[in-house]
């Protein structure tokens, strides 16, 4: 079976500062591994994945993500946050051969001025 | 392109009635999902398709029904709509089941 956790329902940055929203997800083969966020009344847009290689992976708007696979987890970082990053980000999890992806249920993202 | 476009973008409905959301999409996709999402909570598998005239459970069928007759369009049915059905519900596409995900705006459906 697959999961995949968010440990925070909330984080809050001033501008300026690194953002970390946390995942971690439950091991079951090799996993493939995303992000998206979602901003109010729109649907989900995909900021990057892991599939394999690097651990460091890069995506749009500034963010990255480091895979971990010794401690399950693939945390979501930026060096500086902006106000327009705040919004509801989503982690998500495949496994190989699985049909689909399962979702966390979201961390809300604010960044105050 | 328009990507994943769903309608309506609102509606209301009775208990009891029934209605069909629309998806398509233009991307040539395989794959495509149905999800609900509900406040405070991520978005829950309704179901899915790997190709047209494929189609499989997710986590919360119940409920509901979908077809998928041809590549685009991916509609999802509710025949006895219930006030648990009340919910902001996403259709989303994928080239492959490992490829990010292109979702719609959503439905935003309230059983009264």
């Known amino acids: 079976a697959q999961s995949v956790a968010q440990p925070e329902d909330q984080v809050n940055v001033a501008e300026g500062n690194p953002l970390t929203v946390k995942c971690t997800y439950s091991?079951?083969?090799?996993?493939?591994l995303f992000w998206y966020v979602q901003y109010p009344n729109r649907g989900l847009q995909f900021l990057l994945k892991y599939i394999t290689g690097d651990n460091l992976v890069k995506g749009s708007y500034g963010f990255e993500a480091e895979f971990n696979k010794s401690q399950t987890s693939f945390h979501l970082k930026k060096p500086s946050a902006l106000v327009s990053d705040s919004a509801l980000y989503f982690c998500a999890v495949r496994y190989t051969n699985a049909g689909k992806s399962t979702f966390g249920d979201g961390t809300t993202l604010t960044v105050k001025p | 392109n328009a990507g994943v476009t769903q309608t309506p973008k609102f509606r209301i409905l009775k208990i009891g009635q029934s209605m069909t959301l629309q998806c398509t999409q233009d991307?040539?996709?395989?794959?495509m999902y149905w999800y609900r999402q509900d406040p405070g909570m991520g978005l829950k598998l309704i179901y899915y398709?790997?190709?047209?005239?494929?189609?499989d459970k997710g986590e919360v069928p119940n409920g509901y029904n979908v077809s998928r007759s041809t590549t685009e369009d991916f509609p999802l049915r509710l025949e006895l709509a219930a006030p648990s059905q009340t919910s902001v519900y996403f259709c989303?596409?994928?080239?492959?089941?490992?490829?990010?995900?292109?979702f719609g705006d959503g439905t935003r459906l309230s059983i009264l």
């Open positions: 091991v079951s083969g090799n996993p493939y």
């Open positions: 398709s790997v190709g047209a005239g494929i189609t």
């Open positions: 991307m040539n996709h395989n794959y």
């Open positions: 989303a596409s994928s080239r492959e089941s490992n490829q990010p995900q292109h």
